[in-house]
Every structure is written in C-alpha cells, then in structure tokens.
C-alpha cells in the first residue's frame, strides 16, 4: 500500500485572515497554497474577491488564482480536477500542499476524493425548474428544495439558483436527498494524511472586521472594479457575477438601488455568508479549530500550534 501524501487544509469563514497566517505557514514547512476559493480564481476581479496580492504572497507558490476568465464557469468538478494537477506539480517540487479558502463545498470534494460529475440528467425536468425560477423567482425554487430537502435547503443559499435546482434534480432523479447522498460520500476516509485547521474568531469581532473589509472595498474601487466588466460584457448571469458585491453593485450600476444600499446589502450578505460558513465546518469531521482569541490574536502562537499538529501527526 503506497503512503499516503499529505495535505494541509486551512479554512475559515470569509475575513478570518488566512491569507496571511497560510503564508506564514508556507514559509515554515517549505508549503505551496492552492486556493480554494470560487472568486480569486477570476482575474480582473480583484478588489471584491479580497485576492492575495503577488506582495502578500511573499514568494510563496500560489494557484488557482488569476486562472479563469470572468466569462468561464468555475464549478466544483473543475476545481477539484485542476487542484490535483496542482497537487501532482507541489508533490513533484518536494513541497507539501496547503489548500487554503472558505469553499467548503470544494474542499470537502478534494480531500475526500468526491466525484461530482453530473448523473444523468433529465434535461426537460431542469428546464422546467429553470422556468419556475425564472417566473417565480428564487426564493420559491427554494421553497421547493426545502420540501424535500431541508439540509440542502440550508446549505445552499436562496441564490445559487444552479446548486438548489441540481439538488432538486438529484431527488427527483434518484429519490435520495443530496444532502443524504453527500453524507455517505463525506464518511468515505480521505486518500491523504491531512490536517484540516479552521480559523476564526468570536462573532462580533469577525462582523466589525467584514463590515470594515466592504467599507475598504468601496474605498479601494470596488464600483469601478464592476463597472469595467460590465463594459467587458460581464452580466449578472455569470457565475462569476454572482459573488458577493459584485450582484450588488451591478444593481446600484443599473438603477436598481443607491451605493448607500447596495454597501448595505453587501456587508450584511456578507455576514449571513460568514455564518453559513461556519455552519459547514462544524459539520465537517477532524477539524482541528483555530480560534483566534485563545491566542490573544497572536500569529506566531497560532503558527506553533499548527506546527505541533503536523508534527504529531509526522507531516513535517
């Protein structure tokens, strides 16, 4: 039996800072980061994806960022089947791989080896979804999945009209809940030696901080940023359109609402998004938590506890 690879994961809801603490950790253990992230993969968006500048990356290896055109899809078979060309070159390089981002969708799918291929699909079935979605809008298709799926319905947001119709798909499909069928595949043992750290904070200060973070955005251009891909043809039909600020102030661009409102939107969409984050990882299994306040905030301490676990665990 070969032995397995290792794999360091390090996740946590959306402004936690792991950006800067999987570079640090890099650094330590001779590592390379392939982002898990369905945002930073885009180029020419920047500012709304909160992306690691090629400063912050610190000569650290990094992938999956800056790969895809605003226009392409990006969706968890493609990732998982670009991340494992990653994993191959970083194995081949003598480095150890660190998965890091708030996709916990993706990430799940990657260390536990899941094939989310399309099943067959009953093509007239989607088309009449797609149909009531559009007529009805997305908080009924919702209402829908919740019917039959409950768990589904609260992992998937209201939104992302494509992952709440392949969930009603797979029922209607099979009989099986998704979120049933996604269990089972979650009990599967990973093919790496892993350690999957979550990072994050007491609540309040993680909403001061993403409420800051929107109000930086808008500072740093954010408006401009969305306004210049719509003039590239972007529209809000795009899966990479509809990420977090990017809907919003597409909407404030189009009339639809003021800035002052559309900010509003954002950091409170934000927040909701930060809270189903950390409704995933408590659901996710061997998660070692990194909470930032037992450490009194401190990155070096956080760094030696990590460390300690891939020691442990003879990883590095």
């Not at 209201?158 to 269990?183: C, D, M, P």
């Not at 306004?227 to 661009?253: C, N, P, T, W």
């Not at 009339?255 to 930060?274: N, P, Q, S, Y």
Request: glycine share 6%; aromatic share 8%; with cysteine.
């Amino acid at each position: 039996m070969t032995e397995k690879k290792p794999m360091i994961v390090l996740t946590g809801p959306t402004a936690a800072g792991k950006s800067a603490l999987s570079v640090a950790l890099a650094k330590k253990i001779n590592g390379a980061v392939i982002s898990a992230d369905s945002m930073q993969v885009y180029r020419h968006m920047d500012i709304g994806s909160a992306k690691i500048t090629a400063e912050e990356m610190q000569g650290v290896p990094h992938y999956l960022i800056d790969e895809l055109e605003p226009d392409e899809e990006f969706h968890v078979v493609r990732f998982v089947s670009l991340a494992k060309g990653y994993l191959n070159r970083i194995y081949a390089a003598g480095q150890i791989p660190i998965i890091v981002g708030g996709t916990g969708f993706y990430i799940q799918a990657l260390l536990y080896d899941i094939d989310f291929t399309e099943q067959e699909c009953d093509a007239a079935y989607r088309a009449q979804l797609t149909r009531i979605a559009e007529e009805k809008g997305a908080e009924y298709l919702h209402a829908m999945l919740r019917e039959v799926d409950p768990a589904s319905a609260e992992a998937i947001h209201a939104n992302n009209r494509k992952r709440v119709i392949r969930a009603l798909e797979f029922y209607h499909h099979t009989g099986v809940r998704i979120s049933e069928h996604n269990e089972q595949e979650r009990n599967r043992p990973s093919p790496y030696r892993f350690a999957y750290f979550v990072l994050t904070e007491e609540r309040e200060t993680l909403y001061r901080k993403i409420n800051a973070r929107v109000d930086a955005m808008i500072e740093a251009g954010l408006v401009e940023e969305v306004a210049h891909l719509k003039e590239m043809g972007m529209r809000r039909d795009m899966v990479s359109m509809q990420g977090l600020g990017y809907k919003e102030i597409l909407d404030f661009l189009d009339g639809k609402c003021t800035l002052e409102e559309a900010v509003r939107l954002i950091r409170r969409d934000t927040r909701h998004f930060a809270k189903r984050q950390l409704t995933w990882f408590h659901r996710e299994r061997n998660v070692i938590w990194i909470r930032k306040e037992e450490y009194g905030q401190d990155e070096e301490r956080m760094l030696a506890a990590m460390l300690n676990v891939l020691r442990e665990r003879e990883m590095i």
